[in-house]
């Protein structure tokens, strides 16, 4: 049967089992991916993923019907994520990091990188830079709220991402570098 998202929801709020594995079985592939861009190993995603639905499913009563679904489940998923970062990583004797002042250029060669090249180099990214990073430039989170997120100062968050951004630019090179090569 193809249930509409109102329907599903409906059903969910009943706590209908049935239309909880449907719902499940729809929207699993978009919270992994999620989930995948803010862990580096599939484990990971998994526990994040289903702890996301888990979340989901416990709130539900509080789901309003102008609300995106997507929407919904993309922030539980990256705050559930966040929860799973804090408790692997204690940011611990942070010091407020100064500016970094150099100019990066950028790379136009992003455009010969397949997406799934990016979301590798991405993940080669240390667990802290990835986290602001994603936050940032996927999520559009600001510096303030990276900062009360994650527990640091507004400029550690803006360091973390220039460093993650230098240290893509790095990859990115030594990737087509390596690409030119075969």
Not at 16 to 41: C, N, Q, R
Not at 138 to 154: A, F, N, V
Not at 168 to 182: F, Q, T
Request: hydrophobic share 35%.
């Amino acid at each position: 049967m193809n249930w509409t998202d109102e329907e599903l929801i409906e059903g969910c709020k009943r706590q209908s089992a049935k239309y909880e594995e449907v719902f499940y079985k729809k929207y699993y592939g978009y919270v992994m991916g999620i989930s995948l861009s803010y862990s580096k190993d599939r484990a990971l995603a998994d526990e994040i993923t289903n702890d996301s639905f888990m979340k989901f499913f416990g709130s539900i009563k509080k789901f309003e019907d102008f609300q995106s679904v997507k929407a919904w489940l993309r922030r539980i998923t990256v705050n559930t994520a966040i929860d799973y970062f804090r408790k692997q990583k204690k940011f611990q004797k942070q010091t407020d990091v100064s500016e970094e002042t150099s100019v990066f250029h950028e790379i136009n060669a992003l455009e010969d990188l397949a997406f799934e090249d990016i979301i590798k180099l991405i993940n080669l990214l240390p667990e802290d830079h990835k986290m602001v990073f994603n936050l940032y430039e996927i999520e559009g989170y600001s510096h303030k709220e990276i900062g009360e997120k994650l527990g640091l100062t507004d400029s550690s968050s803006r360091v973390y991402l220039a460093r993650a951004k230098a240290q893509l630019r790095k990859l990115v090179s030594l990737h087509l570098k390596e690409y030119e090569g075969r």
